[in-house]
C-alpha cells in the first residue's frame, strides 16, 4: 500500500477515549507494571512504549489512534508511573523490559502488534523489534534515538547547551565546578545517594533541563510535570542509570548492527527537524541503514509529542499502519 502524502491539512488528535481495562502485571522479580487497555478490544493491536526512560504513560497518548480500529495496549515500565516500586533501578534494565512487553503480549492473548513509541520509546521500540521480529506488524517511530555516547554527549555535557545556555545554567548549578567535567556521573552520584533532598532537588534539574528543550518554544513549553519532584526522581533516576550504563547494550551501536534483521518490516519515523534531545542525526543514521523505513521530517518541530507537526504525521502513521 501506498504511503500517505503531507500535501493535505494537518491532522489533529483522535478525541478523549477511557480505558476499558487496566491492572498489574507481576514480573519475574520485584516489580509490578501497570497496564491499561483503550478502543476497539477487536480492533489491531497496537503496544505503546513511553519516553525516558521513566517516563510514564498519559491517558493522551491514546489519542493517536483511531479508537474504532485499533486495540490500544499501554504500560509504565519497571519503577515509573503507577508501576511498583517506584524509582527502582533494581533489576531494571532493557532487557527486563523487553521480557515484560513480551509477558504482557502473552497476557492479553496478542499474537503480533504494531509498536509504537518515541524517544527512548523508539530505542525500545526498534529493540523489542529486533529480538521478536516475529511479533511485529510495523513499527511507528518518533524523535529517534539510538543510544549512543555522541547522543549522550550532546545533550548532556556540550552541544545542546549551546542553543539553551540560560537554561544549561540551571541544568549546572546541583554540580560543583570541579565534577561537571562529567555531569551524567556527577549527577549519577547525587541521584543514587543517601541524601534524599540533594536527590530530589538534582532530579528536578535534570528533569526540567530535559523538559524546557523538547519544543521548538522552549521553557515556555515545558510540561508541569518535569518540575514535579515524585515524577522527577523515578524520571531522573532511571533516565540516568540506563544512560550511565548505555542502555546495557553489548555493543554502542547495537540497534544499527542488528537493524538488517527488521527491514522487511513497515515502518513510519516522525522526526522534527529541530528536535535539540535527540537530533535528527540519529534518525537519518536509521534510515540511511534502513532505506525502506518512511522518514518523515517535520520541518517546524522539535522533540515534543505534543507540537503540531508531530502530532499530524503520527495520526498519518498510524492510520497508515492501520490499513496495511
Known amino acids: 500500500m501506498a504511503l500517505p502524502t503531507n500535501d493535505a491539512p494537518r491532522r489533529d488528535l483522535y478525541p478523549e477515549i477511557e480505558a476499558y481495562n487496566s491492572g498489574w502485571m507481576q514480573t519475574d522479580s520485584i516489580h509490578e507494571v501497570y497496564y491499561e487497555e483503550s478502543g476497539n478490544p477487536d480492533g489491531l493491536p497496537v503496544i505503546v512504549l513511553h519516553g525516558g526512560p521513566g517516563g510514564a504513560v498519559n491517558p493522551g497518548m491514546r489519542r493517536y489512534f483511531d479508537p474504532a480500529r485499533y486495540r490500544i495496549i499501554m504500560f509504565d515500565q519497571r519503577g515509573c508511573g503507577l508501576s511498583r516500586p517506584n524509582a527502582s533501578l533494581e533489576n531494571n534494565t532493557t532487557w527486563d523490559l523487553i521480557a515484560d512487553i513480551e509477558r504482557l503480549r502473552e497476557l492479553l492473548g496478542v499474537d503480533k502488534w504494531v509498536v509504537f513509541g518515541g524517544s527512548w520509546g523508539s530505542t525500545l521500540s526498534l529493540t ?8 511485529c506488524l510495523a513499527l511507528i ?43 551524567m556521573a556527577a549527577y549519577y552520584k547525587r541521584l543514587t545517594g543517601d541524601d534524599v ?40 533516576r532511571i533516565e540516568n542509570w540506563y544512560f550511565t550504563n548505555g542502555g546495557f547494550f553489548d555493543s554502542e551501536n547495537w540497534i544499527l548492527e542488528n537493524v538488517d534483521t527488521i527491514r522487511h518490516l513497515p515502518c513510519w519515523i516522525a522526526q522534527g527537524r529541530f528536535d535539540v534531545v535527540t537530533p535528527i542525526s540519529g534518525a537519518w543514521a536509521l534510515h540511511r541503514a534502513w532505506p525502506e523505513a518512511k522518514l518523515d521530517v517535520v520541518g517546524d518541530a522539535g522533540h515534543a509529542s505534543s507540537e503540531p507537526g508531530i502530532i499530524d504525521s503520527l495520526i498519518r502513521g498510524t492510520d497508515w499502519a492501520a490499513s496495511l
Not at 523489542?128 to 511479533?135: E, F, G, T, V
Not at 554527549?153 to 565534577?179: C, K, N, T
Request: include cysteine.
Open 128 to 135: 523489542y523489534a529486533i529480538k521478536h521480529p516475529d511479533r
Open 197 to 236: 533532598e540533594e536527590q530530589r532537588r538534582c532530579a528536578v534539574a535534570w528533569a526540567t533541563w530535559e523538559g524546557d528543550t523538547v519544543s521548538v518554544q522552549g521553557p515556555s513549553a515545558r510540561p508541569d510535570k518535569f518540575s514535579e519532584p515524585d515524577f522527577a526522581v523515578a524520571f531522573a
Open 141 to 183: 517511530l518518533r524523535g529517534i534515538f539510538l543510544l549512543t555516547k555522541k547522543e549522550l554527549h550532546w545533550f548532556y555535557q556540550d552541544g545542546a547547551s549551546m542553543i539553551f545556555p540560560d537554561v544549561w545554567e540551571r541544568f549546572l548549578a546541583p554540580i560543583p565546578e570541579a565534577e561537571r567535567g562529567d555531569l
